[in-house]
């Protein structure tokens, strides 16, 4: 029995050392190694002027909102993983006889990880549908612009109408195209 436990608990540290290796791939951890290496040669050299934070190239510059969204995410990515690494530890614990009682907390944690699982798939849709309704706004305000700024976009279609105000006439072809269509002769200081 005791033999048993011994090999389950050098399991679990066997796991917990090579696990975290198998998260983050060789090509991050050296490219973030270099970042933070180049980070502290800049800091050896002081020079004058002031120190300015800027992104490194190739990545684009992330706002106070996106950076709090990313911790969100980044915050909400690791509960999940610790009720999941929980779960199974508490599974793997309750299979052997003395500890069977842990199967109770498995069934505790197995049942926050699916509401913590319904509530992040509910957020996902909520965060789809202000995108949705974002771009819908963006798309009508963007029709309002065109059509204030452009008369004969409301037009019907086929109807001369004047383009502006220097009068010229032309033909709505379709409701998102203007053409206006000019002699090359009639034009002035041309030929």
């Given at each position: 029995m005791l033999s048993w436990l011994l090999v389950a608990v050098l399991c679990m540290m066997w796991a917990a050392f090579?696990?975290?290796s198998v998260r983050r791939s060789p090509v991050a951890s050296v490219e973030e190694f270099e970042r933070r290496m180049n980070f502290l040669a800049e800091a050896q050299r002081r020079g004058p002027g002031r120190w300015v934070l800027v992104p490194q190239k190739g990545?684009?510059?992330l706002g106070p909102r996106v950076r709090e969204r990313l911790r969100v995410r980044h915050r909400r990515r690791r509960l999940f993983v610790l009720l999941l690494e929980a779960l199974g530890l508490s599974l793997l614990m309750g299979l052997f006889p003395p500890l069977r009682g842990m199967l109770y907390g498995s069934a505790v944690l197995g049942g926050l990880l699916l509401g913590y699982t319904f509530f992040l798939l509910r957020?996902?849709?909520e965060e789809v549908a202000r995108a949705r309704r974002r771009a819908r706004v963006?798309?009508?305000a963007r029709?309002?612009?065109v059509s204030a700024s452009y008369p004969a976009a409301r037009a019907?279609?086929?109807s001369p109408r004047p383009t502006g105000t220097n009068g010229h006439r032309g033909q709505v072809l379709d409701e998102d195209v203007h053409v206006v269509v000019?002699?090359?002769g009639g034009m002035r200081g041309v030929g």
């Open positions: 090579l696990l975290p990545q684009r510059f957020l996902r849709a963006a798309r009508r029709r309002a612009v019907p279609v086929g000019r002699r090359v």
